[in-house]
């Protein structure tokens, strides 16, 4: 029977090429938004990596005589003096611009041996930026005082770039970087990805420096780490005492949860919009399938009473109508999936394969559910034609 | 082999309800070539259609070899149509989609039959109606007698005991017509098949062992 329709199918070519095309063009829209919410699952359910309750972002700009560094570092040093003495102030930290949540990126690339590695973040911190955000560590350590002295410039690198460069292979002690070896970075720690772009965006590759004497006088932000219960009142005694530390320094205070809340917000409108929009495009092409399906049933009256005059039941019928449509959605998956498989294989978006391979088996189920809704119905009413009068009309 | 016992079919619709049988009561002899006439809408379309289980009678009773048949299942009646019965009809209704081979082969779908036994049957079927050179072209490819000896096949693909014919030779010219009819004629008389025929053509009528004439519904002869 299967052969049978194969060859209906294949007979009727001209007019199931509309059909055939509607069902692999809500396939390829499916197969798009799947990978996109799969992709954002996948990077939701892994863990943040860090903490960002209680932590505050302080933005500034400060600028100081060209020639002395030591001065700076005493200056900063009096400023922290000074937040510390604050009971509500826990812990402080110098750190770059791309502070978590920020969506800044600074970014360098990486040459180890015969690997290269792009689009390393690096954020250069101090040795309390760790423990104010409650950084996990996997192996070795985190910076601390001893780091002063080194013969490599010591590095701690997120657990993603340890892959990319070490695979399971041992990081700790190693050094990177292809340079002559004095001026390579001896690796001290990993620690696990801290999804610092939102909780619905992948963490990316990092690489975490200590501030010192050669950057701290560009330094324009801290991470503050404050006492539960620090409120407004607390952050207007903030502003005026760092105000007043950083004359025409435009200090600007910005609770982190705060940002995330804004950050996984604008990652999810689009994700949204884009959902509505495609389960508009669906309910279209559902629309469409279903009465192309039924037009094609009251088209095929004579025919069906004709089946019925030789020996095929009501049921049989409509099992045969069924059966047609889904094996045109075979047609069009495989030649959908053969499109949709060229994702992963080609790479397009650097997203691992798994994602493209789940996204493709939802789309396949979706379709399938998709296509045998809409034609269980006109199925339905196939098998209730009555013979006599399908074979009467024409 | 068929028998009718007060047979009455009435077709309601909103408006009208018309009687398009009263109190039929035939019986059909195995092997019996019988012919039914009458004017256009006195019921032999009908009649045929109830004999060929296409549609139910709204009283009366009906045997066909023995077997009561207005109690059966929708598949037990399709099992029936698909074993014991053969339809001709006047329009050939044909799947246009489908080769003469394919569509010859169709009954046998319906039932246990492997493709080889399949194409066996439909290929000695097509030879006994004389079209073996054409089992690869599409219905549309042939002429109307052409198509009517392909449906001929297709009846007789699965052997039935009884063959319904409505008007098979009422699209083609009396050449023509008379080919099938000696088909018909020859299949009646080697094989024994039942054939119920309508007709509007009385020289075809009269090749039938017998002749039932239908006016309004009502047997008149
Ligand atoms: N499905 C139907 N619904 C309502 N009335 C019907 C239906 N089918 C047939 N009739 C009516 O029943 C009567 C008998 O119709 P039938 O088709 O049996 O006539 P017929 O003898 O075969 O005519 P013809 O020689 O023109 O084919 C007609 O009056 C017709 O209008
Ligand atoms: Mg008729």
């Known amino acids: 029977m299967v052969k049978h329709l194969f060859t209906l199918i294949w007979n009727k070519k001209k007019q199931n090429a509309l059909l055939l095309s509607e069902i692999l063009v809500s396939f390829l829209v499916l197969f798009a938004v799947f990978s996109m919410l799969v992709y954002f699952y996948h990077n939701y359910k892994k863990p943040a990596g860090f903490k960002c309750e209680q932590v505050w972002a302080v933005s500034y700009n400060q600028s100081f005589a060209e020639s002395n560094t030591d001065s700076v570092v005493q200056y900063y040093d009096a400023v922290k003096q000074l937040l510390l003495s604050l009971p509500q102030v826990r812990s402080v930290s110098l750190a770059s611009s791309n502070l978590p949540y920020f969506q800044r990126t600074i970014q360098y690339g990486i040459k180890q041996n015969a690997i290269s590695v792009n689009n390393v973040n690096s954020y250069d911190i101090e040795d309390s930026y760790a423990a104010i955000l409650g950084l996990q560590i996997m192996e070795g350590r985190w910076f601390d005082k001893s780091d002063i002295t080194f013969k490599n410039k010591p590095i701690v690198i997120n657990n993603s ?39 619905y965006t992948g963490a990316g590759l990092a690489s975490f420096s200590r501030i010192d004497t050669g950057n701290i006088r560009w330094v324009g932000n801290m991470l503050i780490e404050v006492a539960p219960g620090a409120d407004a009142a607390f952050e207007a005694k903030l502003y005026k005492v760092l105000a007043n530390s950083m004359k025409n320094g435009n200090v600007e205070i910005e609770y982190l949860t705060n940002k995330r809340k804004s950050i996984n917000y604008f990652a999810l409108v689009p994700m949204i919009i884009l959902s509505i929009i495609s389960s508009f495009l669906i309910v279209n092409v559902a629309l469409g399938l279903f009465g192309v399906l039924w037009y094609n049933i009251n088209k095929r009256r004579g025919e069906i009473g004709l089946r019925r005059a030789i020996g095929a039941s009501g049921k049989s019928i409509s099992v045969q109508l069924v059966t047609e449509s889904m094996l045109l959605a075979c047609l069009a998956l495989m030649i959908g999936s053969f499109f949709a498989i060229q994702f992963p294989l080609l790479n397009v978006f650097d997203l691992p394969a798994g994602i493209y391979l789940s996204a493709l088996l939802l789309a396949i189920i979706f379709v399938y559910m998709l296509v045998l809704v809409c034609s269980l119905y006109p199925g339905k009413q196939a098998a209730a034609i009555y013979p006599a009068a399908a074979l009467h009309e024409d | 082999m068929i028998s009718l016992r007060n047979i009455e079919k009435v077709y309601r619709t909103d408006t009208v309800e018309t009687l398009a049988l009263s109190r039929i009561s035939l019986d059909i002899a195995q092997g019996e070539f019988l012919s039914i006439m009458g004017p256009s809408g006195c019921g032999k379309s009908t009649l045929l259609n109830i004999m060929g289980l296409l549609d139910a009678p709204t009283k009366g009773d009906l045997q066909i070899n023995k077997q009561r048949t207005t109690d059966l299942s929708d598949k037990a009646l399709a099992q029936f149509r698909n074993k014991i019965l053969g339809f001709i009809f006047q329009s050939y209704h044909l799947i246009n989609d489908l080769k003469v081979l394919d569509n010859v082969e169709l009954p046998l779908l319906y039932r246990n039959c492997n493709a080889k036994e399949r194409k066996e049957l439909a290929t000695e079927a097509l030879g006994k109606v004389g079209l073996s050179n054409r089992i690869k072209h599409f219905p549309n490819q042939l002429s109307g007698g052409q198509k009517q000896r392909v449906a001929i096949a297709r009846a007789i693909v699965g052997r039935p005991e009884i063959i319904l014919a409505d008007e098979p030779t009422g699209n083609l010219d009396s050449a023509m017509g008379n080919e099938i009819m000696d088909i018909l004629l020859d299949l009646n008389k080697r094989e024994g098949t039942t054939i119920v025929m309508v007709t509007h053509d009385e020289n075809m009528a009269r090749k039938t062992h017998r002749l039932v004439r239908l006016f309004d519904g009502s047997q008149v002869q």
Do not use: M, S, T, Y
């Open chain 1, 161 to 199: 770039l340890k892959q990319r460069l070490f695979g399971n292979g041992k990081a700790i002690g190693e050094l990177i970087g292809d340079g002559p070896d004095k001026d390579k970075r001896k690796v001290i720690g990993v620690v696990q990805d801290p999804k610092f772009d939102g909780d």
